[in-house]
C-alpha cells in the first residue's frame, strides 16, 4: 500500500520568512495530494490540493509543488505569519481507484513574531 | 448541514471496558473513513466504508477493534476491551468520493484509557 513520509517533523521560523515542508509517496499510481492544515484542538481542513496532471499551484501565499518522477511533493508557504502555526499534514491516493487518503506524519510549524 | 457529527467529544473508561465512538457523516457523501490521531503516528486510517460497505479494514489494529455502518448517516467503532496504548484522538471524516478533496473532518472523539 502507499507510504508517505513528511519531513521536517518541526520547523521554526521568524514571522515574514518561509517555510517548506516536504513529502516523498511511494506508490506511482497516487494522484491526488492535498495538504490539512491543523490548529491546536481543532480538526484538519483541506487548504492546497494538486492532482498528477499539474506540476504547480499557487493560492495567495501556499503554494504546491509536485515531481511525479521523483515521488515527491512540497508545500510552500511565503511571508508566514503567527497565524500560520499549526500542524500540516500532506496527503495521497489514488483518487480514481477510490482509495481512501493516506496522510504523512505530520510537521509542527512555529512562527514566531 | 452541520458537517460530520462525532460523539462523544471526550471519552475516559478504564483499561478493560468497552468503548463505543460514534459517527454521523455528512448527508449524501458516500464514503466514510475512521482515522486514529497519535503523536507517534500522526493520522492512521483504520477503516473506510463505500456506501455502507467496508472496503479496507487493513488498519484495524487488532481484533479488539471493530467498525460498523448499518446505514447510510451512522457509523460506529467499538473497541473491546480497551488498553492505555487506544489513548489517542479518533476522527471520522467523509466524502462523496474517496481520494477527493470534499474529505470532511469530524471534531473528533478523545479516548483516554486508563
Known amino acids: 500500500g502507499e507510504n508517505v513520509e513528511q519531513h521536517p517533523s518541526t520547523l521554526s521560523v521568524q514571522e515574514g520568512d518561509s517555510a517548506v515542508i516536504k513529502c516523498t509517496y511511494s506508490d506511482s499510481a497516487s494522484n491526488y495530494f492535498p495538504w490539512y492544515k491543523q490548529e491546536l484542538g481543532k480538526r484538519p481542513q483541506l487548504i492546497i490540493d494538486?492532482?498528477?496532471?499539474?506540476g504547480e499551484k499557487k493560492d495567495q501565499r501556499i503554494a504546491v509543488t509536485l515531481n511525479k518522477t521523483a515521488k515527491h511533493f512540497s508545500l510552500h508557504i511565503t511571508e508566514t505569519q503567527p497565524e500560520d502555526s499549526a500542524v500540516y499534514f500532506c496527503a495521497a491516493s489514488m483518487n480514481q481507484a477510490g482509495t481512501a487518503l493516506i496522510f504523512g506524519k505530520g510537521t509542527t510549524l512555529s512562527v514566531s513574531s | 448541514d452541520a458537517g460530520v457529527i462525532q460523539s462523544p467529544r471526550h471519552e475516559v473508561t478504564e483499561m478493560g471496558q468497552e468503548v463505543t465512538l460514534r459517527c454521523k457523516p455528512i448527508s449524501g457523501h458516500d464514503y466514510l473513513f475512521w482515522y486514529r490521531q497519535t503523536m507517534m503516528r500522526g493520522l492512521e486510517l483504520l477503516i473506510y466504508f463505500n456506501n455502507n460497505v467496508p472496503i479496507d479494514d487493513s488498519g484495524m489494529p487488532e481484533d479488539r477493534f471493530s467498525a460498523k455502518m448499518p446505514n447510510a448517516s451512522f457509523s460506529t467503532l467499538k473497541i473491546q476491551p480497551s488498553e492505555p496504548r487506544d489513548s489517542a484522538v479518533y476522527f471520522c471524516a467523509s466524502s462523496l468520493m474517496a481520494g477527493s478533496r470534499g474529505y470532511t473532518f469530524g471534531s473528533g472523539t478523545r479516548l483516554t484509557v486508563v
Open positions: 494538486i492532482r498528477s496532471n499539474v
